[in-house]
């Protein structure tokens, strides 16, 4: 049993020296770092599979702060070589071509201080002695400069370069030998002042063709399609979709509100309301997806901040709590929720609204007693709130009743209280009558009004002579 209680002390020794970080190859290490980077490959006849010598190969790609665009010569056993520096990845192209073959084309990912072996390249003879004439078969996006841009003004990028490939029957690369024009449209667009240009080009040596899309001042999806004329004949990408995204907040186009307007909160802690900022930029845009809007609120307690959707909403949960709600204005229970975010002058804009913070239901009714005459009625006055003379929350059923014999009742004997904060829902009123004429009688009639609700329950009982 002793050995096999040092075996398993071995094993995570083991496990710790083999887990160490390499540098090789086959463990690549991505980041930001400056390195040289050796790209090795290989051109070969299509059909023997023998190397081929003097093939012109060419190394292109591009970011948004790297540019490579190299070439070189295969030697005798059809090899070639690249080495040059480069900061972080970068997915490149290698072309190989030579009179007398079809060229071929491969891509590379490029990463500093690696050495990457690339497909082989095919090149397949012509039996002409030239590089012959290939015709477009396909046409589709290589490559987008950025992912999205932003509306025109709205201090952020507001172009997009998308870069076309055009490939013959067998997907190799068109050369210039086999340039094409190739025409760019917008096939659907916010418009604004949205624009494509050029409106056409040719292909270069790498059989690709660019176009910048600029935007307008409306926000939304456009998409750009490429085509190409071979006759009658004619050749579409599929249709790019680029985002455009709205710009910074405008005050006018900022709002706050609440999902509901009065929540049974002001007794009751932990009941949530839904706050919500729809955010929009000068042009009635969405503004752009990630806007940091924060809240504060006088009463309970609310998420500090919420980033906007695409659509420029940005929503956090109110929570009634400690310390209870008193506005200066308005008076106990209203509490003022407050959103803020930044406008396009760097400067602080906010939006408000109110939340009710309702409380428990108290009833009262005048008058308290009463005699009915013969043949006479009797107006009652009533009403239902909290304790702050607030009306209670939504969904909250009062009604009137009788018990007792010859009267009628009529009014507002049901009511169910809408989302509101209006004190018009405190006040309600409804009338007995003697419904039967007779002298002597004498009925008792006992009236009960009830609340009841998300606030709480209560109830008035009360009697009087119906004659």
């Given amino acids: 049993m002793k050995k096999f209680y040092t075996f398993l002390f071995l094993i995570p020794i083991l496990l710790l020296t083999g887990c160490q970080k390499s540098d090789t190859a086959s463990n690549p290490v991505t980041g930001d770092e400056t390195g040289t980077v050796i790209i090795n490959g290989e051109v070969v006849d299509f059909s023997t599979g023998s190397p081929v010598a003097n093939a012109a190969i060419s190394l292109t790609g591009f970011s948004t702060d790297t540019t490579i665009n190299k070439s070189a010569v295969s030697d005798g056993s059809g090899k070639y070589t690249f080495e040059f520096t480069i900061k972080a990845g970068l997915e490149l192209a290698v072309i190989a071509k030579k009179e007398g073959f079809v060229s071929d084309s491969t891509k590379v990912f490029a990463v500093a201080n ?26 589709y996006l290589s490559g987008t400069s950025v992912p999205h841009i932003g509306i025109k003004g709205a201090g952020g990028l507001e ?45 270069n040596a790498n059989g690709q063709a660019s176009v910048v899309l600029t935007s307008g001042t409306k926000a939304g999806v456009v998409q ?10 004619i050749i579409s990408s ?19 509100v609440p999902a509901k307007v009065n929540i049974p909160g002001y007794n009751i802690f932990g009941v949530e309301d839904i706050i919500t900022a729809y955010v929009g930029d000068k042009y009635s845009n969405p503004v752009r997806p990630g806007t940091a809007v924060y809240f504060s609120t006088e009463g309970g307690i609310i998420e500090g901040s919420a980033l906007t959707s695409t659509l420029g909403v940005a929503s956090v949960t109110l929570y009634s ?15 003022a929720i407050t959103a803020a975010t930044t406008d396009e002058s760097f400067a602080t804009i906010r939006q408000s609204t109110l939340v009710l913070f309702s409380g428990v239901p108290i009833i009262n009714c005048s008058p308290f007693g009463f005699d009915i005459p013969n043949g006479g ?12 003379g607030n009306p209670l929350s939504e969904g909250t059923s009062i009604t009137v009743s009788g018990e007792g014999k010859d009267f009628i009742l009529t009014g507002d004997k049901e009511s169910t209280l809408p989302d ?12 007995v009558a003697d419904a039967i004429d007779t002298v002597t009688a004498v009925n008792r009639l006992v009236i009960t009004i009830k609340s009841d609700g998300e606030n709480g329950k209560a109830s008035l009982i009360f009697s009087g002579i119906v004659r």
């Fill in 377 to 388: 009625s009797q107006l009652f006055n009533y009403t239902v709130m909290d304790q702050n």
């Fill in 238 to 256: 599929n249709p790019v979709a680029v985002t455009i995204h709205g710009g910074l907040p405008d005050l006018t186009h900022f709002s706050c």
């Fill in 321 to 335: 709590a400690n310390p209870l709600p008193n506005h200066p204005v308005f008076g106990p229970g209203f509490a």
């Fill in 159 to 203: 172009s997009v370069q998308l870069i076309f490939q055009v490939v013959d029957s067998m997907g190799v690369a068109l050369d210039l030998d086999n340039a094409v024009n190739v025409g760019f449209v917008l096939a659907a667009s916010p418009g604004s002042g949205t624009v494509l240009n050029p409106p056409s080009t040719r292909t």
């Fill in 420 to 431: 509101t904060q209006s004190r018009a829902w405190t006040t309600f009123s409804f009338t």
């Fill in 224 to 233: 750009v399609t490429a085509s190409i004329s071979v006759g009658s004949k």
């Fill in 114 to 139: 690696r050495t990457i072996t690339a497909s082989k390249l095919l090149l397949k003879a012509t039996g002409s002695g030239g590089s012959g004439t290939r015709n477009p078969a396909s046409v």
